[in-house]
Each structure stands twice: as structure tokens, then as C-alpha cells.
């Protein structure tokens, strides 16, 4: 059976919206994020909810496919849904914003057949003893995970013609059935257990 690996390149959001200067009148959190689709591109428009703690926020991806939502309640499981309602809608739960920092979201949106192999490209830089783990693997009878590689820095190139300093984690998902899942991703270091990611990933998984 042949495979249709489709590439999920996402920008390294610590360089794209790090620069972005918010003040925080509490230790509110906030989360920034940046979504892609199958190829690479942004996706502008898309609605993103987070639910829970104190507030209920709305913020759209902007042309560059970015977002932001402010003044998060800190340190509690919040639930994240991209275009809720729709047939493409995703979402992840547990979520949590550092008190008075930020939580980076990578967000890509891929899409096969049963039988293809998708995957998802995301910065990483193991020299730092980061590396990204599955947090939530979804819906099993529509994508499984089925391995992960680190490319090489020559091979890191993202969209915006920038090489990371790691390279790029290459997370690989079969599809088994049809339907959507959303799989989440943290970035952590493996020792240690008690600390909240600052970043994670979610690939959002469109079957047919």
C-alpha cells in the first residue's frame, strides 16, 4: 500500500508573536497561537474558543493565521475548540496558561484518505532536553499516531524561509477511519513531571 505524506510546516511561534507586548493588570495568562493548513499556509478566519476557569474567549486567526486570547485564568484545565460546530471543528482539554504568561499553541489542520499516512512538522530543539510528547491521541478509529523523526537542520525550513535552531520534530498519524480527530501535543522535557508545558501542538485530522 502506498503512503501520501502530507507536510504540516508550522512557524516557531516564539519568534513570529514573542515580540508582542501585553500587560497584565493580575497574573492573568494568555494563549498566542498560529494555525496552518495541509500545505503550510495560513489559515485566516478560523474561530477559536477556550471555555473554563472564569471566562469564556473568542479570538479569529488574522491573515497570517494568528491569534491571541487574553486575560486567562491561571493555573486551571481550560478547553480549546477551533470552529466549533463545524465539520472541520477540533478542540483539546486541559490546557493551562502559566499565571501572568503565555501558552503557545501550534494548531495544523490535515486532511487524507483512509489508508494515507499524514503528518505534522513542528519546531524542536532537543539540545535543550525539550521534546514533544502526545498529550491527548484523539479519536482512535479515525488516526493513530505511528512514530516520529527529527529532521535535520538543512531539512528545517519553515514557510517563512527561517531554520530553526533544532529542527523540526516529524510526527507521523495513519488513517484509519473516517471522521475528525484532534491529537495534542506538549513540549516538555521528560524529567519533569510537575510542570506545565509553555508550548503544545494540536493537529487537527479530516479523514474521508
Not at 501585553?22 to 471555555?51: C, H, L, W
Not at 486570547?69 to 478547553?79: A, H, I, M, N
Not at 490535515?110 to 535543550?128: A, D, K
Amino acid at each position: 500500500m502506498s503512503y501520501r505524506f502530507i507536510s504540516c510546516c508550522v512557524v516557531a511561534l516564539m519568534l513570529s508573536l514573542s515580540s508582542v507586548g501585553v500587560g497584565f493588570a493580575s497574573e492573568d495568562g494568555q494563549i498566542m497561537g498560529f494555525i496552518v493548513d495541509s500545505a503550510g499556509r495560513p489559515v485566516p478566519n478560523v474561530t477559536v474558543k477556550v471555555v473554563g476557569g472564569e471566562k469564556e474567549l473568542t479570538a479569529m486567526s488574522d491573515r497570517k493565521g494568528e491569534f491571541v486570547l487574553r486575560d486567562l485564568s491561571p493555573d486551571v484545565p481550560l478547553s480549546v475548540l477551533w470552529d466549533e460546530g463545524k465539520a472541520s471543528s477540533g478542540k483539546v482539554e486541559g490546557v493551562r496558561v502559566p499565571p501572568g504568561g503565555t501558552l503557545f499553541v501550534m494548531t495544523g489542520y490535515l486532511s487524507g484518505e483512509v489508508g494515507e499516512t499524514l503528518s505534522f512538522r513542528i519546531p524542536s530543539n532537543p539540545t535543550t532536553g525539550y521534546s514533544w510528547a502526545i498529550a491527548d491521541r484523539g479519536n482512535p478509529s479515525v488516526a493513530v499516531p505511528v512514530g516520529n523523526l527529527m529532521e535535520s537542520r538543512d531539512e528545517a525550513k519553515d514557510p517563512r524561509g527561517n531554520v530553526g535552531a533544532g529542527g523540526n520534530e516529524l510526527w507521523l498519524f495513519r488513517c484509519v477511519g473516517p471522521g475528525n480527530s484532534s491529537v495534542g501535543l506538549s513540549y516538555v522535557r521528560p524529567w519533569e513531571t510537575d510542570v506545565q508545558p509553555s508550548r503544545v501542538a494540536v493537529a487537527i485530522l479530516s479523514v474521508r
